[in-house]
C-alpha cells in the first residue's frame, strides 16, 4: 500500500536554528499536506502543496512530485514551533484519504 | 467562521462498553471524515461520510460505525470497546470529497478504556 515516511523521527534544536524536515511517498499524489500537531492534540494546516513552493512567514514548503517527496523548512525557530510535524497524502485514485506518516518530534530549546 | 468542533473532548469507558462521539464540520463544508490516532503514531482513516452516507472505509472492524445528518454533522460509534480503541478520535471536514480539497481537523476527543 501506499507509504509516507518522514524523517528524521526527533529532531532537537536550539532558539533561532534552521531546519529542514523530509517527507517521502511512495505513490502519484493529488493532495499533500504538512500539519503541525499541538500539545493539545489538534492538527493545524500548514500547507496544502500537492506540488511546487509555498512560503508563509518563518515556514516554507516544497513538494517535488515526479522524485515523490516534500519538505518543510523552519527558519529562526522558536519554542512554539514544538510539537509533532506530519506530512499526509492523498494518492492517485485513493479519493480524499489522508495517509500519514509517524511524524517529526520537534523541540526546540530556549 | 467556526472551524470543526467535536465533543467531547475526553471520555473514558471500560471494555465491552460502547460510545459515541460527534462532530460539527466547518462551516460550508458537507464531507466528514474520521481518524483514529494511537499513542505515538500517525492518524489513521476510519472511515468518510458525505450525502449521509459511508463513501469510504478504512481497515477497520465493523463495531466501527458512522453517521451523517442532514445538516452534515457526524457521529462515530463504537461498539463492543477493547482497551486497543484507547485513542485520539479526529475528525475532518471537506468542503467535497474530492482528493483535491484540503481537509481541515478539530481538536479531537481522547478516549480511554479501562
Known amino acids: 500500500g501506499i507509504q509516507v515516511e518522514q524523517s528524521p523521527p526527533d529532531l532537537i534544536l536550539q532558539e533561532g536554528a534552521n531546519s529542514t524536515l523530509r517527507c517521502n511517498f511512495s505513490?502519484?499524489?493529488?493532495?499533500l499536506q504538512w500539519f503541525h500537531q499541538n500539545p493539545w492534540g489538534q492538527l493545524i494546516n500548514l500547507f496544502y502543496i500537492p506540488s511546487g513552493t509555498k512560503q508563509n512567514g518563518r515556514l516554507s514548503a516544497t513538494t517535488v512530485a515526479t522524485e515523490r517527496y516534500s519538505l518543510l523548512y523552519i527558519s529562526s525557530s522558536q519554542t512554539t514551533d514544538s510539537g509533532v510535524y506530519f506530512c499526509?497524502?492523498?494518492?492517485?485514485?485513493?479519493?480524499?484519504?489522508?495517509?500519514f506518516g509517524k511524524g517529526i518530534t520537534l523541540s526546540v530549546r530556549p | 467562521d467556526a472551524g470543526v468542533t467535536q465533543s467531547p473532548t475526553h471520555l473514558i469507558k471500560t471494555r465491552g462498553q460502547q460510545v459515541t462521539l460527534r462532530c460539527s464540520p466547518k462551516s460550508g463544508h458537507d464531507t466528514v471524515s474520521w481518524y483514529q490516532q494511537a499513542l505515538g503514531q500517525g492518524p489513521q482513516f476510519i472511515f468518510q461520510?458525505?450525502?449521509?452516507?459511508?463513501?469510504q472505509r478504512g481497515n477497520f472492524p465493523d463495531r466501527f460505525s458512522g453517521h451523517q445528518y442532514p445538516n452534515y454533522s457526524s457521529e462515530l460509534n463504537v461498539n463492543a470497546l477493547l482497551l486497543g480503541d484507547s485513542a485520539l478520535y479526529l475528525c475532518a471536514s471537506s468542503l467535497v470529497p474530492g482528493a483535491t480539497y484540503i481537509q481541515y481537523f478539530g481538536a479531537g476527543t481522547r478516549l480511554s478504556v479501562l
Open positions: 461520510y458525505y450525502e449521509e452516507e459511508e463513501r
Open positions: 499526509a497524502e492523498v494518492n492517485t485514485g485513493a479519493n480524499s484519504k489522508l495517509t
Open positions: 505513490d502519484s499524489v493529488n493532495n
